[in-house]
């Protein structure tokens, strides 16, 4: 059942934990807990020239909120911090934005929310 709850792209995103894991090498850091469901997250970037470098992150969170921080990760490295409103945007944030997870939005916008409290 929860195979069809929860897409496989979306299930994919959220195991790669290739940026997982805060480094405590930068000031850009940011917490954030989602009062609605619980969802907590720990965001560290590195930024050089006006652009994200890497972002790092640590959540205890749902596995919508797991995915969001994993791509908004691999996505916003080498991105000029003006252009971080067009990353949600992207083809790449469609599978999460759906109308199928829009109650859910809170907890896929918090990685992006604490990268912008970062910041």
Avoid: H, W
């Amino acid at each position: 059942m929860f195979k069809k709850i929860i897409n496989k792209k979306i299930l994919k995103l959220a195991y790669d934990l290739s940026n997982y894991g805060i480094k405590k090498k930068s000031k850009y850091t940011s917490n954030l807990k989602n009062k609605k469901c619980g969802d907590k997250i720990k965001v560290e970037l590195q930024i050089k020239n006006k652009k994200i470098i890497n972002m790092c992150y640590e959540t205890e969170s749902c596995i919508l909120c797991q995915a969001s921080a994993s791509l908004l990760s691999k996505r916003v490295k080498n991105t000029p911090i003006k252009d971080l409103d067009k990353i949600l945007k992207s083809r790449s944030f469609e599978n999460l934005m759906s109308k199928k997870y829009l109650p859910r939005r809170d907890c896929i916008m918090l990685p992006y929310n604490a990268l912008k409290k970062a910041l």
